[in-house]
T-cell receptor
Framework: RKEVEQDPGPFNVPEGATVAFNCTYS??????FFWYRQDCRKEPKLLMS???SGNEDGRFTAQLNRASQYISLLIRDSKLSDSATYLC???????????FGQGTELSVKP | DAGITQSPRHKVTETGTPVTLRCHQT?????MYWYRQDPGHGLRLIHY???????DKGEVSDGYSVSRSKTEDFLLTLESATSSQTSVYFC????????????????FGPGTRLLVL
């Protein structure tokens, strides 16, 4: 089983749609969690951290479910500019190193 | 954007030749990382450094070596390139939390596309 698993997609949605991505992780002792965004042929960039209480940043909401070992990312009112690959990232207990999921590709169409 | 550059940005080489990739940062961050990214695998850690002359292996370190003689530079060397090392290579940096743990947020360089023929 991979340490971090994501549905690779692609998710094809119309502008204005709400879309949700899930990610599961295998190590229950993992300490921190992130979503990164990667545009085509570019470097990954931090989108948001994921906190136990859930957190929101504009149209983006991240949730963590430690009991079920998954994190989610919800994007409301999708924009064309949201088209990218979204990487689920987990910091395992030993710290200092991140484990990346394969990424979920999102394509927002007009 | 964090001050991270990688060179070269693109390289084509032949099997068996040595290749060195350079990562340069202007942020004075202590931690530096080398990843490779391949379809179906996501980002995988090759080596990382937690200070000048302090390095350790990552998940896919075979066939790679690194060196860090200055805070700002982290070099990745493929001693004898193979076709399986064709990939996109990303460098990343991170800093330390005040209570002594490395800050997990990593900032990435623009990447180097390497093709080994």
């Amino acid at each position: 089983r991979k340490e971090v698993e994501q549905d690779p997609g692609p998710f094809n949605v119309p502008e204005g749609a709400t879309v949700a991505f899930n990610c599961t992780y295998s190590n229950s002792a993992s300490q921190s969690f992130f979503w990164y965004r990667q545009d085509c042929r570019k470097e990954p960039k931090l989108l948001m951290s994921v906190y136990s209480s859930g957190n929101e940043d504009g149209r983006f909401t991240a949730q963590l479910n430690r009991a079920s070992q998954y994190i989610s990312l919800l994007i409301r009112d999708s924009k064309l500019s949201d088209s990218a690959t979204y990487l689920c990232v987990v910091n395992p207990p030993q710290g200092g190193k991140l484990i990346f999921g394969q990424g979920t590709e999102l394509s927002v169409k007009p | 954007d964090a001050g991270i550059t990688q060179s070269p940005r693109h390289k084509v080489t032949e099997t068996g030749t040595p290749v060195t990739l350079r990562c340069h940062q202007t942020e004075n961050h202590r931690y530096m990382y080398w990843y490779r990214q391949d379809p179906g695998h996501g980002l995988r850690l090759i080596h990382y450094s937690y200070g000048v002359k302090d390095t350790d292996k990552g998940e896919v370190s075979d066939g790679y070596s690194v060196s860090r003689s200055k805070t700002e530079d982290f070099l990745l060397t493929l001693e004898s390139a193979t076709s399986s090392q064709t990939s996109v290579y990303f460098c990343a940096i991170s800093d330390r939390f005040s209570w002594g743990q490395p800050q997990e947020t990593q900032y990435f360089g623009p990447g180097t596309r390497l093709l080994v023929l």
